[in-house]
């Protein structure tokens, strides 16, 4: 393996420990080499925290290696002021002469501009070093910039003839089709990502609370569509356990809790439900949402081509009749058994 694939790959490893606390800021990893030792590793801080190259160089106690190291990085660092101050800039105050990139940060307040300054400050700047492999780990990110939307995950859960919920229940709670160990996987799925997103029919039958409470990890934002106003306040949904953002009609009644927020949208296009949320939510800063609603939810984004992975169990129930599971192409990405539950992972090329 060439050496600045090595020490990227390790940026890309150490990366992920910030999935599900950086958003809208990308879980961007740092890692400094001084011949040939580690000597710092950081990523991303949660949201408003430092970010990953700035974690790598504090934990340095002799700064005066800087001078002798190369700095590895996923993605292009910053050079304009934020939460934080510029990456670049403590990076050319540091003195460290060599920078290896994994990828171009496609946001305009940065797009070049960071290595830009690194040149012209005398720096050795090499980009595109596992290109592929880091625009794949910045996926939320660069489908948030490029896109101008989030990165969409749709999930449910089907039984073996293919329906994803009986016709009729007795009570206002799920009716499980996967085990306990999928559910759990979910709650961990939650956890990573920023909202978690639901039509009011799965409300109005299920009442779930859209937590991750099977799983230690921050609860994602609820976003919830409810054309005709029809949420009882009693819901779960409006518990004090998360944000919830509801997208309703312009005649809503709006709800007086800090922790509750109605956006608008208009219904009557119907043909543009799915990019009109997916406008909202850009503009609400979310980076990558959980579709898990029933199946008119499901098949609204799947109609518009709105959605880039899909995550579908398949439990070992069997209906008969029901709600059917969304038809939908995609591309078999991953495919594992858990338990008799059989999670497959697809791709929208």
Request: proline share 4%.
């Amino acid at each position: 393996m060439k050496i600045h694939e090595k020490y990227i790959k390790r940026c890309i490893e150490i990366a992920k420990n910030g999935l599900g606390s950086t958003a809208p800021n990308p879980m961007v990893g740092c890692v400094i080499v001084h011949k040939d030792h580690i000597i710092a590793e950081g990523y991303t801080s949660p949201y408003g925290g430092a970010h990953a190259e700035v974690n790598a160089i504090n934990t340095v106690n002799n700064k005066s290696l800087l001078k002798e190291s190369t700095l590895y990085v996923t993605l292009e660092p910053c050079s304009h002021y934020g939460k934080t101050p510029p990456c670049s800039d403590l990076i050319i105050k540091h003195q460290i002469k060599t920078i290896v990139i994994g990828c171009l940060d496609s946001n305009p307040l940065v797009a070049g501009k960071g290595i830009e300054r690194l040149r012209a400050s005398g720096c050795e700047v090499i980009v595109g070093v596992l290109e592929d492999e880091c625009k794949l780990h910045h996926k939320r990110f660069f489908t948030y910039h490029n896109k101008n939307r989030p990165y969409i995950i749709l999930k449910w859960a089907q039984t073996l003839d293919g329906f994803i919920a009986p016709l009729s229940k007795s009570h206002k709670l799920p009716v499980w089709i996967t085990n306990a160990y999928s559910r759990q996987l979910v709650h961990k799925w939650r956890a990573e990502e920023q909202a978690i997103l639901v039509g009011t029919n799965t409300v109005l039958e299920d009442n779930p609370s859209l937590t991750v409470r099977d799983w230690c990890g921050k609860n994602p934002i609820r976003v919830v569509m409810d054309q005709f106003n029809k949420l009882p306040l009693t819901a779960n949904i409006f518990n004090n356990q998360a944000r919830t953002i509801i997208i309703g009609s312009k005649n809503q009644n709006l709800i007086s809790n800090t922790n509750i927020e109605t956006v608008f949208i208009d219904w009557k296009d119907q043909a543009n439900i799915a990019k009109q949320i997916c406008s909202v939510l850009k503009n609400l800063n979310i980076n990558s949402i959980i579709v898990e609603g029933g199946h008119q939810t499901l098949q609204t984004f799947i109609a518009e081509n709105l959605w880039d992975e899909a995550r579908v169990f398949t439990g070992s129930k069997i209906f008969e009749n029901g709600l059917k599971a969304p038809e939908f192409k995609g591309r078999t990405i991953y495919s594992q058994l858990i338990l008799d539950d059989n999670l497959t992972i697809y791709l929208n090329d």
